[in-house]
Structure formats: structure tokens, C-alpha cells
């Protein structure tokens, strides 16, 4: 019983971690846009987008 539980556990675990991390990129994102503008965010994109997706924000 004591595999199964610490599975579940780090499941959860893993899982909250993820949606903390996708809701700081939320913030810094809409940070990052009022700071730098639409302009500013649509040529970093267009930066990024040449060096894959290892550079995604």
C-alpha cells in the first residue's frame, strides 16, 4: 500500500506544481507585455520562434 500511496502523491504533487508554474508564466507574460508592449512581445516571438521550442516563454 505504501507504493501506491507515494505514486499518488507525487502525481498530485507534480500535477500542482505544473499549474503553479503555467499560472507564474500568466503573470509574467502579462507583465512582460505591459513593459515592453505588443510590438515588443510580437518581435520577441518572432525571435524565439527561430530557436525551437526550447526558448518558448
Sequence with gaps: MGRGRTL???TV???LSGLAL???GV???AWL???IG???LGVL???LSVG???NRL
Design 27 to 29: 503573470f509574467f507574460h
Design 8 to 10: 499518488v502523491r507525487g
Design 33 to 35: 507585455a505591459g513593459r
Design 22 to 24: 503555467r499560472a507564474l
Design 38 to 40: 505588443a510590438e515588443g
Design 13 to 15: 504533487l507534480l500535477s
Design 45 to 47: 516571438q518572432l525571435v
Design 52 to 54: 525551437g521550442r526550447e
